[in-house]
């Protein structure tokens, strides 16, 4: 009898065949980080799925099992002793379980670009005053957009005058990215929410890239 756990409203049974694509899932993330800090690989993609960043620590939720992103990045911390990690995380909807299982850890900069009027529809949670606590205060950077209609020119300014000068700044050993593409023009999802071009994408990715190869030890 396969468990029922609610997804955003749906409610979606979770079969063993389930579980164990969420276990490659996120195990195959695992893999491509160790493959990098072992010199084995200089960067790495995962097409994985079911995705992860709104999975909790103790819960499932929207469609998510795993943060695999997050464990990622929990996986360099407590294996390879990373102090800097940056997560970059462009799905049109925010991370909240990325964002939850570091909002208090230094060693972490979380960086989502999401819409406030879609789900998780949190915004005591996802906007750009919510910045960490703790310890964490200031890791988080919530580019919280507030309505649809943002496209290649939004996306590209957050990065070029926000993310990339506060990346330089953090100097990560690191960089991982929780790549939704929901805010890609086609996406059921996003559009008409944020009607990226799809061939546009890569270019938020590049100038991230050139921070991995001159200043950061690895990427993702």
Same mark, same amino acid.
């Given at each position: 009898m396969p468990l $029922?756990?609610? &997804?955003c409203g749906y409610t979606?049974?979770?079969?063993?065949?389930?579980?164990? @694509?969420?276990?490659?899932?996120?195990?195959?993330?695992?893999q491509i980080v160790e493959s990098i800090l072992s010199g084995e690989s200089r960067s790495g993609i995962?097409?994985?799925?079911?995705?992860?960043?709104? @999975? /909790?620590?103790?819960?499932t939720y929207g469609f998510c099992f795993f943060s695999n992103t997050a464990l990622a990045a929990k996986y360099a911390? $407590?294996?390879?002793?990373? $102090?800097?990690?940056?997560?970059? #995380?462009? #799905?049109?909807?925010h991370?909240?379980?990325?964002?939850?299982?570091? /909002? $208090? #850890?230094?060693?972490?900069? &979380?960086?989502s670009l999401h819409r406030l009027d879609i789900f998780p529809l949190k915004p005591e949670e996802s906007d750009c005053n919510v910045i960490g606590t703790g310890a964490g205060a200031g890791y988080t950077v919530n580019i919280a957009w507030p309505k649809r209609g943002m496209g290649d020119a939004e996306?590209? @300014?957050?990065?070029?005058?926000?993310?990339?000068?506060?990346?330089?700044? &953090?100097?990560?050993?690191?960089?991982?990215? @929780?790549?939704?593409? #929901?805010?890609?023009?086609g996406d059921p999802l996003g559009v008409p929410t944020s009607p990226v071009k799809p061939h546009n994408i890569p270019k938020r990715l590049l100038p991230m890239l050139e921070v991995n190869s001159n200043r950061c030890q690895h990427r993702w």
């Open positions: $029922e756990k609610n &997804y979606k049974p979770i079969t063993l065949t389930r579980s164990h @694509a969420a276990l490659l899932s996120a195990g195959s993330s695992l995962g097409v994985i799925r079911p995705p992860g960043h709104h @999975a /909790e620590c103790d819960e911390i $407590e294996i390879h002793h990373l $102090e800097r990690i940056l997560i970059i #995380d462009w #799905d049109v909807h991370g909240n379980g990325i964002q939850r299982m570091f /909002e $208090e #850890d230094p060693r972490v900069l &979380y960086v996306y590209l @300014a957050a990065f070029q005058q926000i993310i990339m000068p506060i990346a330089y700044q &953090y100097d990560p050993q690191l960089v991982l990215v @929780a790549a939704g593409f #929901d805010a890609a023009q």
